[in-house]
C-alpha cells in the first residue's frame, strides 16, 4: 500500500505490459497519464482511456499540452528555421520534453513517489524521460521495466495473456509517432543505409494531383493566416496548413543522424505543414533581416535544436537563446507566396513594408542611386589591403 507510481502511458504494448507488469508484478498503485501535444484525436484519446483503465489503472488522466508546447517551443524552431541537419524538423524530440515535464507535474500533483517510463535501452526518448524526471523531480524515484527486463515483445504478449489481456498486438509493419510538428516513420528500411521508405508507409497520401497558390502571412515571425483567414492559436493554423498541405503529400524526408546515446540511426518523417512554415518564414527573414542578424540567428537556431534533440530543454542557455530569437523578429511580417504541387512545394516570393530590397538605394545588377563609379573603386581599394600585405609578406606576388 501507499507504493502510488505515475506510467506515462501511449496505450502501446510496452506501456501496457508496464501497467500489468507494476501492478501485478511489483504491487505498485498505476496511476496513467498520457500527454497529448497534438497527435491524438478525441476518440484516440477515449479508446487509450478505456484500454488504461481495462489494464488496471487505478486512474487515467489525459494532459493536453499542445498550448504550451507551441508557446514555449514550436514557436522559436520557427523563429530559429531549426532543421537538424538541415533535414528534419525534430518533430518527436520536441515534444518529449513537454510530455515529461506534463507527466512530472502530474506525478507531484497526486503525491506519487515513483514514476516510470516504457522506453528502451536503445533509444534517445529514456534519456529524455530521465533526465527530464531528475531535474524536476529528482526525490522521485523513476521505474524502467522495458529496459531492465530486457523482454522480447513476444514475452511481453505472454505475459498480458497470463493475466487476461488477449488483445490483439501484432506488431504494425511501420512505428508511427504522431504529433502537432511532424509524424515520424520507422519500419525496417530505416534500420539499413540504403534503402528508402516505400510511398505506403507514410500515413499521409497523395490526393491532390494539381497545383495550388497559398498565400500565409506572418506577424513578427508568427504564422498568422492562410490566404487572408485568421486562426484562433498557433496550433490551429498549423493544424489547418496541415489539413491543406499533407494531401500533396509534402514534406517527406528520412533524417539520418547521431543519437543521444552514440549511435547513428535512420528515421523517416513526414512533416508538410512546418517544413512549409520553415521555407516561407526564412525566405521571408532573408528580405528583412540584416546580413549579420540572419547570420548569427543560423548559428544560436542551430544550437537550440540541438539541445532539444539532446535533452538539454531545461539548460537556462535555451531561454537565452530564445530571448535572442524572438528580438530578431520585429520586422518579420508580411505574405509568403507559395505553388503547392504533388510531393513538393515552391516559393515564390513575399510582400512586406520591412522589405530591404525595397530600399530605393539599387537594383542588384541593374542600376544604383545612393553611389558612383569613383565610391566603388575607392571602397575596393581599401577593401583589398589586408589581402595585400600579406601576399606581399608571404611572396604571393
Same mark, same amino acid.
Given at each position: 500500500?501507499?507504493?502510488?507510481? $505515475?506510467?506515462?502511458?501511449?496505450?502501446?504494448?510496452?506501456?501496457?505490459?508496464?501497467?500489468? *507488469?507494476?501492478?501485478?508484478?511489483?504491487?505498485?498503485?498505476?496511476?496513467?497519464?498520457?500527454?497529448?501535444?497534438?497527435?491524438?484525436?478525441?476518440?484516440?484519446?477515449?479508446?487509450?482511456?478505456? @484500454?488504461? &483503465?481495462?489494464?488496471?489503472?487505478?486512474?487515467?488522466?489525459? +494532459?493536453?499540452?499542445?498550448?504550451? *508546447?507551441?508557446?514555449?517551443?514550436?514557436?522559436?524552431?520557427?523563429?530559429?528555421? $531549426? =532543421?537538424?541537419?538541415?533535414?528534419?524538423?525534430?518533430? $518527436?524530440?520536441?515534444?518529449?520534453?513537454?510530455?515529461?515535464?506534463?507527466?512530472?507535474? *502530474?506525478?507531484?500533483?497526486?503525491?506519487?513517489?515513483?514514476?516510470?517510463?516504457?522506453?528502451?535501452?536503445?533509444?534517445?526518448?529514456?534519456?529524455?524521460?530521465?533526465?527530464?524526471?531528475?531535474?524536476?523531480?529528482?526525490?522521485?524515484?523513476?521505474?524502467?521495466?522495458?529496459?531492465?527486463?530486457? +523482454?522480447?515483445?513476444?514475452?511481453?504478449?505472454?505475459?498480458?495473456? /497470463?493475466?487476461?489481456?488477449?488483445?490483439? #498486438?501484432?506488431?504494425?509493419? &511501420?512505428?508511427?509517432?504522431?504529433?502537432?510538428?511532424?509524424?515520424?516513420?520507422?519500419?525496417?528500411?530505416? =534500420?539499413?543505409?540504403?534503402?528508402? %521508405?516505400?510511398?505506403?508507409?507514410?500515413?499521409?497520401?497523395?490526393?491532390?494531383?494539381?497545383?495550388?497558390?497559398? $498565400?500565409?502571412?506572418?506577424?513578427?515571425?508568427? %504564422?498568422?493566416?492562410?490566404?487572408?483567414?485568421?486562426?484562433?492559436?498557433?496550433?490551429?493554423?498549423?493544424?489547418?496548413?496541415?489539413?491543406?498541405?499533407? @494531401?500533396?503529400?509534402?514534406?517527406?524526408?528520412?533524417?539520418?543522424?547521431?543519437?543521444?546515446?552514440?549511435?547513428?540511426?535512420?528515421?523517416?518523417?513526414?512533416?508538410?505543414?512546418? %517544413?512549409?512554415?520553415?521555407?516561407?518564414?526564412? =525566405?521571408?527573414?532573408?528580405?528583412?533581416?540584416? /546580413?549579420?542578424?540572419?547570420?548569427?540567428?543560423?548559428?544560436?537556431?542551430?544550437?537550440?535544436?540541438?539541445?532539444?534533440?539532446?535533452?538539454?530543454?531545461?539548460?537556462?542557455?535555451?531561454?537565452?537563446?530564445?530571448? #535572442? +530569437?524572438?528580438?530578431?523578429?520585429?520586422?518579420?511580417?508580411?505574405?509568403?507566396? +507559395?505553388?503547392?504541387?504533388?510531393?513538393?512545394?515552391?516559393?515564390?516570393?513575399?510582400?512586406?513594408?520591412?522589405? =530591404?530590397?525595397?530600399?530605393?538605394?539599387?537594383? &542588384?545588377?541593374?542600376?544604383?542611386?545612393?553611389?558612383?563609379?569613383?565610391?566603388?573603386?575607392?571602397?575596393?581599394?581599401?577593401?583589398?589591403?589586408?589581402?595585400?600585405? &600579406?601576399?606581399?609578406?608571404?611572396?604571393?606576388?
Amino acid at each position: 500500500m501507499g507504493k502510488k507510481l $505515475v506510467l506515462a502511458f501511449s496505450g502501446g504494448l510496452d506501456t501496457s505490459f508496464c501497467v500489468k *507488469y507494476l501492478k501485478e508484478e511489483k504491487g505498485f498503485e498505476v496511476y496513467t497519464a498520457i500527454a497529448n501535444t497534438g497527435g491524438f484525436s478525441e476518440a484516440e484519446l477515449k479508446k487509450i482511456e478505456e @484500454k488504461a &483503465y481495462q489494464l488496471g489503472a487505478k486512474e487515467h488522466v489525459t +494532459l493536453d499540452v499542445t498550448g504550451e *508546447y507551441y508557446e514555449k517551443c514550436i514557436r522559436y524552431m520557427i523563429f530559429g528555421n $531549426v =532543421l537538424r541537419n538541415n533535414t528534419y524538423p525534430i518533430s $518527436v524530440s520536441s515534444e518529449r520534453a513537454f510530455q515529461a515535464i506534463a507527466t512530472i507535474d *502530474y506525478a507531484k500533483k497526486i503525491g506519487a513517489q515513483y514514476i516510470a517510463h516504457g522506453s528502451t535501452g536503445a533509444g534517445n526518448d529514456q534519456v529524455r524521460f530521465d533526465l527530464t524526471f531528475q531535474v524536476l523531480a529528482p526525490e522521485i524515484e523513476i521505474i524502467t521495466p522495458i529496459r531492465d527486463l530486457m +523482454l522480447s515483445r513476444q514475452e511481453e504478449i505472454d505475459f498480458l495473456k /497470463k493475466h487476461g489481456i488477449d488483445e490483439d #498486438f501484432k506488431k504494425m509493419e &511501420y512505428s508511427i509517432n504522431q504529433g502537432i510538428w511532424g509524424t515520424s516513420v520507422g519500419g525496417k528500411e530505416t =534500420l539499413t543505409s540504403d534503402k528508402g %521508405l516505400p510511398n505506403e508507409a507514410y500515413p499521409s497520401q497523395l490526393e491532390e494531383h494539381s497545383e495550388k497558390d497559398i $498565400v500565409l502571412g506572418f506577424e513578427k515571425g508568427e %504564422l498568422k493566416t492562410i490566404d487572408g483567414k485568421e486562426y484562433a492559436n498557433g496550433p490551429a493554423i498549423i493544424q489547418a496548413l496541415e489539413e491543406i498541405t499533407s @494531401k500533396f503529400a509534402i514534406g517527406r524526408d528520412i533524417h539520418v543522424g547521431d543519437t543521444i546515446i552514440g549511435i547513428k540511426g535512420r528515421v523517416g518523417f513526414e512533416a508538410a505543414a512546418p %517544413l512549409v512554415i520553415i521555407k516561407a518564414h526564412h =525566405l521571408l527573414e532573408k528580405h528583412t533581416l540584416t /546580413k549579420w542578424q540572419a547570420y548569427w540567428k543560423e548559428q544560436l537556431g542551430n544550437w537550440y535544436g540541438m539541445f532539444l534533440h539532446e535533452a538539454m530543454y531545461q539548460e537556462p542557455v535555451m531561454r537565452n537563446i530564445e530571448t #535572442f +530569437l524572438e528580438a530578431t523578429q520585429e520586422n518579420v511580417t508580411g505574405k509568403v507566396f +507559395l505553388k503547392l504541387k504533388p510531393y513538393r512545394f515552391e516559393l515564390q516570393g513575399i510582400e512586406s513594408e520591412h522589405d =530591404l530590397m525595397n530600399s530605393g538605394f539599387g537594383d &542588384y545588377g541593374e542600376t544604383v542611386k545612393a553611389w558612383t563609379a569613383d565610391d566603388i573603386k575607392g571602397f575596393t581599394k581599401i577593401l583589398s589591403n589586408s589581402l595585400k600585405i &600579406y601576399h606581399k609578406v608571404n611572396n604571393k606576388i
